[in-house]
């Protein structure tokens, strides 16, 4: 339903149960949700039976004086047919045409703002993502990560936030001075394997590249960088660390333009130090009593704040733990005017949560208990001609974003020919492999593993998920070709005034009622999905709706003779067609209109 129908719903059966409540008794929010069984209406309710034990009476009983209630208010009676109590205590909703008929016409009249909330409504929030370090390739993780961070992003700007994106750089530290010498040493022709390799050296190809690139004099510059040039000088390994980290931050730049994924700013942790904000959390921390030296380390207090032990936050060696500068990140995050702060990392990240809040907390400016808030991504397995694909030859330990792009695009063309060929317009020949990605990588809860399967993701038909939904949206847009020849796409706006009982009414074939209740779900689903950051919730609902199209399509002739039916169904196709653009286009998924 609209959020509009929603809410006038929930009002007449929360003033229901109200009225036959005591005063003082708590009223729980009023949910909906789809019976398992098309035949037992269009929503379910069950708030008799979360009440029945605190009013003492039984749930069925309890449900009939509800739906008595309900029956008398004038908003439910616009938008209810009938009601039936069910089971222990259900109440099932059957909604009048009238009611159905609504959801279609927005869709149609709304357009692509089907769905969305009014921008800015909800006030601002800042989405961290991918925050890869630059010491090598984007692996399949960080492509989660992008999935995830993304989607979650536009799916916030749907219902209404300012959304702000941001990439946190760790560029400092010893991973960074490892990165040099790793360079340092192909740039003197040593490899892995060689007797003075470096024990904690990067092994992968692209440390021969980037000494290669750094010897030859050549210029690189990240996205929103300075360009570095490569001085030749082996001996000058802090010209070295600053090629190299600018060489790897254009290589992810790369990457994410070919998973269309974007950034407001980039945060380099580095700047952390330089501006004195590290120091200054620390020094905060230890004004107000929140630390303590123990065997030559400073200790944060954070069993103050939940975690299981206190931690270290200065080593006895005189350098910070890599919570430290996390803690003086967030800092800035809040004094940026970010009340919500969502992060999007993987699940070895669990431990520093705890850490980096009761940081926040000991600093005492305000920040609320419980920010930022977190999403946790588990490992994804990459499948590959039946095998497990451990390891890629350019990355050396782990398969990267840009392998599973190139995979799953159908070609041979690689992203690096396209971006030294000058190709105009790169990022389109890896449009499917991009659809397939973050498609795949999405239709898994975050905090479960995921096996993505590169045969899968190259198939043309119903078993891959991405292509089955795609393919909904290119029959329906051939189904209108052959309705009204090439500018089909202009008549679709006099579909929102057809007669619509021939799909919402009594007559309506069940495959009919099942995709309208679907496109009805719709708002809901994306205001659910934003409260619980929970993207997946899109992909899941997108391929449910592809499937009751599918249904709908195979059962119910469009193009018939019948001018009021033939209207009927396809403003029907008009508002499905519309909700798979807007939810694909909620994911960064494309619709294409062939196929």
Request: hydrophobic share 45%.
């Amino acid at each position: 339903m609209l959020p509009v129908q929603t809410s006038k719903l929930a009002a007449a059966f929360t003033d229901a149960v109200r009225s036959l409540a005591p005063a003082d008794a708590a009223v729980p929010a009023i949910a909906f949700e789809r019976p398992k069984v098309a035949a037992h209406g269009d929503l379910a309710c069950n708030v008799a039976m979360q009440m029945a034990r605190a009013l003492k009476s039984n749930p069925r009983e309890l449900a009939q004086k509800i739906v008595d209630a309900v029956r008398a208010d004038a908003r439910a009676a616009e938008l209810v047919a009938g009601m039936e109590i069910a089971g222990p205590g259900f109440i099932n909703l059957r909604l009048t045409p009238a009611a159905k008929a609504e959801t279609l016409r927005a869709a149609l009249q709304q357009g692509d703002s089907f769905g969305a909330q009014e921008q800015g409504s909800r006030g601002r929030v800042l989405v961290e993502f991918v925050s890869a370090n630059p010491t090598g390739p984007l692996h399949v993780g960080h492509g989660r990560q992008a999935a995830l961070g993304d989607a979650l992003a536009n799916l916030l700007s749907w219902q209404g936030y300012g959304v702000h994106r941001e990439f946190y750089y760790n560029d400092a530290g010893v991973q960074i001075q490892n990165l040099a010498v790793s360079v340092q040493a192909r740039a003197r022709g040593l490899k892995p394997g060689d007797a003075n390799w470096p024990e904690a050296a990067y092994n992968g190809d692209y440390i021969a590249d980037i000494a290669a690139d750094y010897m030859a004099g050549k210029t690189v510059r990240a996205s929103d960088g300075e360009p570095v040039t490569g001085t030749g000088d082996i001996e000058d390994l802090e010209a070295i660390r600053r090629f190299a980290v600018t060489y790897l931050r254009n290589e992810q730049d790369i990457d994410l333009q070919a998973f269309g994924v974007r950034f407001d700013r980039y945060y380099l942790e580095s700047s952390l130090y330089t501006e004195g904000r590290v120091q200054a959390a620390v020094d905060a921390l230890v004004a107000r009593g929140k630390t303590y030296e123990h065997e030559g380390a400073l200790w944060l207090r954070t069993t103050d704040d939940g975690d299981d032990k206190d931690r270290v936050m200065r080593k006895s060696d005189g350098t910070y733990t890599y919570f430290v500068p996390d803690v003086a990140y967030h800092t800035t995050k809040w004094e940026r005017g970010f009340a919500k702060v969502i992060n999007v990392q993987g699940s070895d990240h669990h431990g520093t949560i705890a850490r980096v809040r009761a940081g926040l907390q000991g600093l005492e400016i305000g920040i609320p208990i419980g920010y930022p808030d977190y999403v946790l991504h588990k490992m994804v397995t990459v499948m590959k001609n039946g095998e497990e694909v451990k390891i890629s030859k350019r990355a050396g330990s782990y398969v990267t974003v840009r392998d599973l792009i190139e995979w799953s695009n159908g070609g041979d063309e690689t992203i690096r020919a396209c971006v030294e060929g000058n190709v105009a317009d790169w990022p389109a020949h890896f449009q499917r492999g991009r659809d397939a990605v973050r498609f795949f990588l999405l239709s898994r809860k975050a905090d479960t593993e995921f096996v993505f399967d590169v045969d899968l993701a190259l198939k043309q038909n119903d078993e891959n998920p991405v292509y089955y939904v795609q393919y909904a949206h290119a029959r329906i847009c051939s189904i209108f070709e052959s309705w009204g020849g090439e500018g089909w796409q202009q008549r679709l706006a006099g579909l929102a005034g057809a007669d619509l009982e021939p799909v919402t009414g009594a007559d309506a074939s069940p495959q009919a009622l099942a995709l309208v209740q679907r496109l009805a779900e719709f708002p809901d689903m994306l205001a659910e999905a934003a409260a619980e950051l929970a993207p997946h919730a899109v992909a899941f609902y997108l391929r449910d709706l592809a499937g009751d199209f599918h249904a709908f399509y195979n059962t119910d002739r469009v193009l018939v003779d019948d001018e009021a039916v033939k209207l009927a169904r396809l403003a029907l196709l008009a508002a499905t067609r519309q909700v798979l653009r807007n939810g694909l286009a909620v994911i960064g998924v494309s619709a294409p209109q062939r196929m």
